[in-house]
């Protein structure tokens, strides 16, 4: 795995697997569309983090009604379905209403992609921060490491949120700017989660 | 690599394993870390493929119900 801190790009050369595959499958039809950046537990996973998941988080770019029914009738071409709603003007208004939708393969629910809009600047950010993943069969934007750490540690705060943390941190120790994590953390202090 | 030293609490144990695993995965191939990190992603997705969980009751056990 290398990490390319002024290209803001990491080469994998990994074997790829069914997750992995469905990612990029979902991604290939999105991004024809809408920008995007993958956060949360599929950019640990991605980089090697010894679990799985049910859902891959992700921001979409905020976009107009009928772009979003045009990304919507390309998902149901390739039998893809919403698990909260059918018609296409209800799912757009979850997004706007700040609420995260879920596509899945057609008549099934996991794994899925849970799809939201970013509802602030720090969510924004994310976009113009991010780090493009070079896989064997295609590329993947995810959220910078610095943030994806920030969140999980500061932010999320269960068990796995703080393992994935652990896990990213350690393989890019040298690379990471902990003054950014720093940062971020300050930012999300306010906003502060109560786990279960 | 370093010997992986058991913990007594098992919160420790894990934080302990995480570590060492992500040090496999730096000091090893991409290719030789996935092919044993997609064995446990592969057979997770072929058991939720078993279970038939319809929308509603995934979004109810999600808390998600709208």
């Known amino acids: 795995m290398k990490y390319d801190t002024d290209k803001k790009e990491i080469i994998l050369d990994k074997e790829l697997n069914e997750l992995d595959k469905y990612v990029l499958e979902f991604i ?6 809408v920008d995007y950046v993958i956060i949360s537990g599929y950019v640990s996973i991605l980089l090697g983090r010894s679990r799985s998941t049910e859902d891959i988080d992700l921001f979409i770019k905020r976009l107009d009604k009928n772009k979003f029914s045009d990304l919507y009738k390309d998902l149901i071409k390739n039998k893809y379905w919403c698990l909260n709603a059918e018609d296409s003007e209800e799912i757009y208004d979850y997004l706007i209403n700040n609420f995260a939708v879920r596509f899945a393969k057609k008549d ?3 794994p899925n992609f849970e799809v939201k809009f970013p509802k602030n600047r720090l969510d924004e950010d994310a ?3 991010h780090i493009t993943v070079i896989l064997p069969m295609g590329r993947l934007k995810i959220s910078s490491l610095e943030r994806q ?5 500061y932010y999320l705060k269960s068990n796995k949120d703080l393992e994935d943390a652990k896990h990213v941190e350690h393989i890019f120790k040298d690379k990471i700017d902990i003054e950014k994590i720093y940062k971020y953390k300050r930012v999300l202090e306010p906003y502060e989660k109560t786990n279960p | 690599m370093k010997k992986l030293i058991p913990k007594r609490d098992n919160k420790e144990d894990r934080i302990n394993f995480v570590e060492y695993w992500a040090e496999y995965v730096k000091t090893h191939p991409d290719k030789e870390w996935s092919r044993q990190q997609n064995r446990l992603i592969d057979s997770q997705i072929q058991n939720t493929k ?5 929308r509603e009751d995934y979004l109810k056990m999600k808390k998600e119900q709208i």
Do not use: S, V, W, Y
């Open chain 1, 127 to 129: 976009f113009e921060d």
């Open chain 1, 28 to 33: 290939k039809i999105l991004e024809k569309h």
């Open chain 1, 108 to 110: 099934e629910t996991i």
């Open chain 1, 149 to 153: 750490i920030a969140f999980k540690r």
């Open chain 2, 50 to 54: 078993q279970i038939k969980l319809n």
